[in-house]
């Protein structure tokens, strides 16, 4: 794997009044990594992730996404990175065509690149037939992979996925996770939330946030060994049975 830094973080800290919910958290990840950031409900990755796609300013710390200032260069943030939720991530009142379209605008890409890599962005994911058709008649594993697609469809540094395989089908989440694999072996670095601890396995390492700090990181493999574990899953509950606040 490439060592190169993409994601850098020091004692990153967000509060609100008296309530700190990131305390100091330090991490790197790196080129064409999948890693993985995990905790509980109110264990403060949400935050977290807000700080480092640029829509939260950090209470203090520092932290270089892309190689940009989280304080001083959301801009470029936001220009040099993919975002996908399960909660929000195309416009169900427009095409497929017509999502391709705003997004690529939205990522900065010209006319000819809109065409050229929309085409064929159709065209792997197979829907030629569906193009014109709105995205809610789409299935939910359909929309989650052309919402993968359109968030790298302008080849960012980073993706960052936020529960992006919530309510889809265990045959579509392998599919939609062999999607992340060929996306990291481009180079595109994959930064992950999910609640399914065996996606955990999937990831080059991961962190658990727990009460706003992160508790572990390491690979899955090297996190069962320290905890002497079996899977992720009890990894994870060992962790999180500590936990002193939840949404």
């Not at 990522?107 to 085409?119: A, H, N, R, V, W």
Request: a negative charge.
């Amino acid at each position: 794997m490439n060592k190169e830094i993409v994601i850098k973080t020091d004692k990153l800290t967000k509060r609100f009044g008296d309530f700190i919910a990131v305390n100091e958290i330090s991490f790197e990840v790196y080129k064409g990594e999948i890693f993985g950031f995990l905790g509980a409900n109110g264990a403060g990755k949400t935050t977290a992730m807000k700080m480092l796609i640029g829509i939260s300013k950090p209470s203090s710390g520092n932290a270089a996404i892309a190689g940009y200032d989280v304080y001083k260069q959301t801009e470029l943030i936001k220009r040099n990175i993919g975002y996908m939720s399960q909660k929000f991530s195309l416009y169900e009142d427009l095409t497929i065509k017509e999502n391709i379209q705003l997004f690529g605008g939205i990522y900065g890409l010209s006319d000819d690149q809109i065409k050229t890599k929309g085409e064929s962005l159709i065209e792997k994911l197979g829907l030629q037939d569906e193009a014109d058709k709105l995205v809610v008649s789409l299935p939910l594993g359909w929309k989650q992979k052309l919402a993968f697609s359109i968030a790298i469809l302008h080849q960012p540094k980073i993706v960052f996925l936020d529960e992006p395989t919530g309510g889809v089908d265990p045959i579509t989440r392998r599919q939609f996770w062999d999607m992340i694999y060929e996306a990291a072996d481009n180079g595109i670095t994959v930064f992950v939330t999910t609640h399914y601890m065996d996606e955990a396995e999937y990831c080059h390492r991961v962190s658990i946030m727990v009460d706003g700090v992160i508790q572990a990181l390491d690979s899955p493999e090297g996190l069962k060994m320290r905890y002497n574990a079996q899977s992720m899953e009890e990894v994870f509950l060992m962790l999180a049975r500590g936990a002193k606040r939840s949404d």
